[in-house]
């Protein structure tokens, strides 16, 4: 049996030394946030809004921790004015983004926000690279981790929703 | 010294004698201070180089030490922040009583006024009760009397912990 994208994710964040990893909880998270949380060389933070991961980050790095943020598109709007921070203090962040209102979206809400993400980020100084493949998620990611803390700016890899597979009103 | 935080209370602190105070004898103690009144007040007290001031990210800073606290577990990790940036992100405060950091202090200088804008009046000069929200959240909290900061460096996570006068 395949193993799951998650378990790559997982593997990638010890191989590269990441010490937290906060996040908003979300149904194509679930996985690797319960890989997160199960391990205890990792600190596995929920958080109530997305911006908060990014403040999170700052000060893990101010304490020479690695950190990821992981949170669905919506969450991306909810980043911006915390954002500056990442290039006001040359901060790295890695960001793994679940798209909805993307690939077959039913929720009308999600489409505004999900359409947007890509370009919020990079308006705000994010790199950002996009996964539709599940053979690219780890890959990609470890591109986003390396360019991240090597270079130090934060960069985005957005997932989507066609991979993870759209909800439908009946689920 | 004649100390006022909270309401009710008969005369104003003088805010950069408190945050003065509380960096007296800092030692290794890792500061992040807020955005507006209290990243002067640290500065005030003398450029450190364990000192962040911030000077944007507004709701952040809580967030920030929360970040530090967890990197750092062997060191304490004070945040120094006002009411209306800690009301911008009273999300991080259930944040911080889910992680429990033992290391971690928020104090804030509650003035219920935005300082930088002009002095407008913020939510908790119509009652919101902070250290009542950060005690909720589960961080150890009270609103600090005239004995002020001596106990502030206990076991945390302390949203402001001190001795009623």
Avoid at chain 1, 128 to 157: H, K, M, Q, S
């Amino acid at each position: 049996m395949k193993a799951h994208w998650s378990q790559g994710l997982h593997q990638l964040f010890k191989q590269q030394g990441i010490r937290q990893v906060s996040f908003v909880p979300d149904a194509g998270l679930a996985a690797l946030i319960g890989l997160c949380e199960a391990d205890r060389e990792l600190r596995a933070v929920r958080i109530t809004t997305e911006e908060e991961g990014i403040a999170l980050a700052v000060g893990a790095w101010l304490g020479g921790d690695k950190s990821v943020l992981l949170m669905q598109s919506s969450g991306v709007g909810n980043c911006i004015n915390m954002a500056s921070m990442l290039s006001a203090c040359r901060v790295p962040l890695a960001m793994i983004v679940t798209m909805r209102g993307d690939w077959a979206e039913f929720n009308p809400w999600q489409v505004p926000m999900g359409h947007a993400a890509k370009n919020v980020l990079e308006e705000m100084g994010i790199l950002v690279t996009r996964a539709d493949r599940e053979e690219d998620i780890v890959p990609l990611a470890e591109g986003a981790l390396r360019i991240a803390y090597n270079t130090l700016r934060p960069a985005a890899l957005l997932i989507g929703q066609r991979l993870l597979g759209a909800k439908t009103f009946d689920d | 010294m004649a100390a006022k935080v909270s309401k009710g209370e008969p005369k104003a602190l003088d805010r950069r004698a408190v945050v003065r105070m509380l960096l007296a004898n800092r030692g290794k103690l890792l500061v992040i201070a807020g955005l507006g009144a209290p990243a002067w007040d640290a500065t005030d007290a003398g450029d450190h180089p364990l000192t962040f001031p911030l000077w944007g990210g507004m709701g952040g800073a809580a967030a920030i030490g929360l970040g530090l606290a967890l990197a750092q577990p062997q060191r304490r990790v004070l945040v120094l922040t006002g009411d209306g940036e800690v009301l911008m992100g009273l999300g991080s405060l259930a944040t911080i009583g889910v992680q429990h950091p033992r290391n971690l202090s928020v104090v804030v200088l509650d003035n219920e006024r935005y300082g930088e804008t002009g002095m407008q009046a913020s939510h908790t000069a119509f009652g919101v009760d902070l250290a009542a929200v950060a005690g909720a959240s589960r961080a150890l909290a009270a609103r600090l009397g005239r004995a002020l900061p001596s106990r502030y460096l206990q076991a945390g996570p302390a949203a402001a912990r001190g001795a009623e006068p």
